[in-house]
């Protein structure tokens, strides 16, 4: 019965925006290992361009892309785009023109392109850069380069080039693209995934999974991947980017549509305080489950449902003073705020699907990649867990 209303609604909406794939926005750092980032190399400081491979969770009849330059002190300028997809492509433009400065701390939507999608389809977004850029730059370093489809880099304007790739550069960074949306009839919505390294990354990670199973069950949400790599709920910096306190809200307005927010986030709160790069004191539970709190309250002030899911064991994670048996307790007491709360609309429980049963300071071995990230069985089991029954109405 579900399936057959859902069906229903599909057949009877009209054609909604909705986020269809994201990359939250960094800072660009010279100490960030970004040797290989076109967007921070002085020798491609401009006159490029990049090619983005995209793989959508939802398909439409209409396309169209987000450009940021957030973080840069200058315009940032671009001359031409255009997306493809393995059939056709479309020229993007901004206000009717192929050329437009964006300012500093601001982003910019291209104009809808005419260009019918499906689901879980792969694109190309190629944006020529034809001046030096701004910095910092606005960009987002792909945690897990095996997973993500190649970023191709070029000296000079390759826009309307039809090759796939753009050699001879590739890079694990994608500069200033930071979202793509579809005009799809019988959306149902966003959902966003925020997290850190454990959720940032490709086709294997648990948004992506999360992104197949509503997929096969004819629920039509966008999954929109804002995981970044040692994110924080409170602390910021580098690649980890902004803290999500700071970046919560501006990320969620920049997504059309937003229903559901998924946050997995807080070990690296608990984990990199004192430890060597970090000389803080570890925050207090009451700081994280506070900090919580008002993520929920934000959430629940623009009208959408926030779910939680429990932190995952991290005994034996080879970073000094990273786990202590106190962060472990800390991390339980956190768990335990998240399984009990009434600030949230409901928690998935990672920690259950990972956790060795006998020792459940420890993940399985299953599961376990470095005794903290998960292996891809780690990835779909708490991909699993999620209740996508949580999903069925576009009414939270």
């Known amino acids: 019965m579900v399936e057959f209303i859902l069906a229903l609604v599909q ?3 009209v054609n909604t925006w909705v986020g269809s794939w994201y990359s ?3 800072r660009s750092t010279a100490s960030s290992g970004e040797d290989s980032n076109p967007c921070t190399s002085t020798s491609q400081s401009g006159n490029f361009t990049q090619r983005v491979s995209a793989h959508l969770t939802i398909g439409g009849d209409r396309l169209r892309i987000h450009v940021s330059n957030r973080f840069g002190s200058s315009d940032l300028k671009v001359g031409a785009a255009r997306v493809s997809t393995r059939v056709a492509s479309a020229e993007l433009l901004f206000h009717g023109q192929q050329n437009v400065l964006i300012p500093p701390g601001t982003s910019l939507t291209s104009d809808p392109a005419d260009l ?3 689901k879980n389809a792969d694109i190309s977004v190629t944006i020529f850069y034809p001046e030096t850029i701004p910095t910092p730059a606005t960009v987002h370093r792909n945690y ?8 191709g880099v070029s000296h000079g304007n390759h826009v309307q080039d039809t090759t796939q ?6 890079s694990h960074f994608t500069c200033f693209l930071t979202g793509i949306d579809v005009q799809s009839r019988g959306a149902l919505g966003s959902i966003i995934a925020f997290g850190d390294s454990i959720t940032d ?18 629920r039509s949400y966008g999954i929109l991947n804002a995981g970044l790599v040692g994110n924080r709920i409170m602390r910021g910096g580098g690649i980890a980017g902004e803290p999500l306190l700071t970046r919560f809200k501006d990320e969620i307005f920049s997504i059309p549509d937003v229903k559901y927010v998924i946050v997995y986030e807080g070990i690296n709160d608990i984990g990199l305080a004192a430890t060597a790069s970090d000389q803080t004191a570890p ?8 900090a919580m709190r008002h993520l929920s309250q934000i959430a629940h002030s623009l009208g959408i449902k926030i779910f939680f899911a429990t932190l995952t ?6 970073y000094d003073g990273y786990y202590t048996q106190g962060k472990e307790l800390e991390r339980q007491k956190v768990n335990q705020w998240v399984r009990q709360s009434r600030d949230i609309d409901g928690y998935f429980d990672f920690d259950k699907a990972v956790s060795d049963p006998r020792r459940p300071d420890t993940l399985k071995r299953e599961v376990n990649l470095d005794n903290q990230h998960l292996n891809d069985a780690g990835e779909k089991a708490i991909s699993d867990i999620i209740s996508i029954r949580l999903f069925d109405s576009s009414k939270p």
């Open 11 to 13: 057949l009877t909406s």
């Open 24 to 26: 939250s926005p960094t």
């Open 116 to 118: 019918s999608t499906d």
């Open 144 to 151: 897990h380069p095996e997973e993500t489809p190649d970023v």
């Open 165 to 170: 790739d753009i050699p001879p550069r590739i």
């Open 201 to 218: 990354g490709g086709g294997r990670h648990w948004p992506a999974l999360l992104a197949e199973r509503l997929s096969k069950h004819q």
């Open 283 to 290: 925050p207090k539970v009451t700081d994280i489950t506070n």
């Open 313 to 318: 064991p991290f005994k034996g994670v080879d």
